[in-house]
Every structure is written in C-alpha cells, then in structure tokens.
C-alpha cells in the first residue's frame, strides 16, 4: 500500500530517476520502494538516514553523498538476494 502510494506521488508530479541525483541508483530504490510495498520512512530508518533526507535525495533536491550511494546499493543488494523465483 504504501509503494503504491510512492509510486502515484511520483507519477503525478512527473519526478523520474533522471530528475533525481544519483541516476540509476536513485531509480532503483524508487522501483524498490514502488514494488516492495515499503514506506520510505522504514526505508529511510534502514539506511540510517531520516525520511526527509531521503525524499530529498530521491527528488533531486539534495546529492546522493557516496555513504548514502553505498548504503542504498547494499540494501539493493541484499533485497535481490532474498527475491526467490515464484516456481
């Protein structure tokens, strides 16, 4: 519910990972967060970083530093491994 809810807040006010700082990896979390059902206040919490911080760096207002790059690419990482195939 709530990645829905984040993916229709983006499509609506236009934002695509090639607006947000970060390129691909920004896109990826967006996906993630769209697909995972995950708020981006538990995602933020995770990462160790606060909501606003993270809805800034997503929308561009603010860079991705490479700490945030590294942690954002280890939760990537780690949420692929434990996608399993639905055979």
Known sequence: EAGAAYANH???F???DQRAKGG???GELQQYLATSGR???VVAEELGISRQHLSTVLS???????AIEQKISNLLQRASTLQ???E
């Open 39 to 41: 708020s981006q206040a």
């Open 14 to 16: 236009g934002l695509t």
């Open 84 to 86: 399993l195939p639905l």
């Open 24 to 26: 691909n990896l920004a």
């Open 10 to 12: 983006y499509r609506n």
């Open 60 to 66: 561009g207002r603010r860079p991705m530093s490479p």
